[in-house]
């Protein structure tokens, strides 16, 4: 997003980015999803004007952020482990494990204050994740995780299918407004609509 000394910014934008194929996998009672945030732009298409109003115009596009979240009950959920990942791509025929020194780190569920009795994990997987939609199709992750609850652990490898999606990233923001609504909130607590799952 476009930010400078203006009131407020907004972004205009077109995401290729990547959709889940099917509902949340269920581990534990918990629903858990994979989430991809696109990071880069494609050339040229990037537009700032200053004045009183800043403003971007862009073509939002991979390497992705990207993370597990999972929901669950609060008070019954208590932390969410990946242990292993792989990735393979449909049209550029990749495979590879991610680098499991850098997973198995704990994620503790935590209360969502807009949503009584709903409580909430979410590891976001270190470095990004090199695709693009139209470079490499379908994606296809395998996901090693393990859901800690008060009834014990349960521990699964699910698959998460992501199809190639085109979706609009139109966001108009006033920037004071949003800095009071962040005062005070951990930042697990605060929303991103940049996530697409």
Not at 4 to 23: E, H, R, V
Not at 78 to 92: A, F, G, N, P
Request: charged share 25%; hydrophobic share 40%.
């Amino acid at each position: 997003m476009a930010a400078g000394l203006s009131n407020c910014a907004s972004l205009i934008a077109k995401k290729n980015t990547y959709a889940s194929g099917g509902p949340a996998v269920k581990i534990n009672g918990a629903e858990v999803r994979m989430q991809v945030n696109p990071q880069g732009t494609e050339n040229g298409t990037i537009a700032f004007s200053a004045m009183v109003v800043s403003a971007a115009v862009a073509t939002m596009e991979g390497p992705f952020r990207w993370r597990i979240e999972a929901t669950g009950r609060s008070g019954f959920h208590q932390s969410l482990v990946v242990h292993r990942i792989h990735t393979s791509t449909e049209k550029s025929s990749r495979h590879e494990w991610y680098p499991v020194a850098n997973l198995n780190k704990r994620s503790d569920f935590r209360d969502r204050l807009e949503q009584p009795g709903v409580s909430r994990a979410r590891y976001e997987i270190p470095g990004l994740l090199k695709v693009t939609s139209a470079n490499d199709g379908k994606l296809t992750i395998l996901a090693d995780i393990s859901i800690h609850a008060k009834n014990g652990n349960q521990r699964r490898m699910v698959k998460f299918t992501l199809d190639p999606a085109q979706k609009r990233a139109d966001e108009f923001v006033f920037l004071p407004v949003e800095l009071v609504r962040t005062i005070g909130k951990d930042w697990e607590d605060i929303e991103d609509p940049s996530w697409d799952q």
